[in-house]
Nanobody
Framework: QVQLVESGGGSVQAGGSLRLSCASS????????MAWFRQAPGTEREGVAAIYTSGGTTYYADSVKGRFTISQDNRKNTIYLQMNSLKPEDTAMYYCAAQPGPCRAQLSWIWYNHWGQGTQVTVSS
């Protein structure tokens, strides 16, 4: 069972930045597709960004392209989500997800079997 622990959420004003971290207990020599999702109250969980840990190929939702950057530190088994130019509509609970193997339905929450507990991001106008 893969354990994922998110951190780095908080409250910022519009235009500000935050960096989320997701520490994974995944075995170092197993490749994963790892992703960030978000969910605001009353909405469906939305894929934000994903990364394939072998090679670092990244994927982004159109709503965050140019503002968010997903990255990884394989030595620490950790992925990050750097969020810049934040908007009030980015307010949500952000979740880390992982699935063994290469990315396939990388921004579809149904495809992932491993989830963290989430970290809240609140952006005020």
């Amino acid at each position: 069972q893969v354990q994922l622990v998110e951190s780095g959420g908080g409250s910022v004003q519009a235009g500000g930045s935050l960096r989320l971290s997701c520490a994974s207990s995944a075995y170092t020599y197993t490749t994963y597709c790892m992703a960030w999702f978000r969910q605001a109250p009353g909405t469906e969980r939305e894929g934000v960004a994903a990364i394939y840990t072998s090679g670092g190929t990244t994927y982004y939702a159109d709503s965050v392209k140019g503002r968010f950057t997903i990255s990884q530190d394989n030595r620490k088994n950790t992925i990050y989500l750097q969020m810049n130019s934040l908007k009030p509509e980015d307010t949500a609970m952000y979740y880390c997800a992982a699935q063994p193997g290469p990315c396939r339905a990388q921004l579809s929450w149904i495809w992932y079997n491993h989830w963290g507990q989430g970290t809240q991001v609140t952006v005020s106008s």
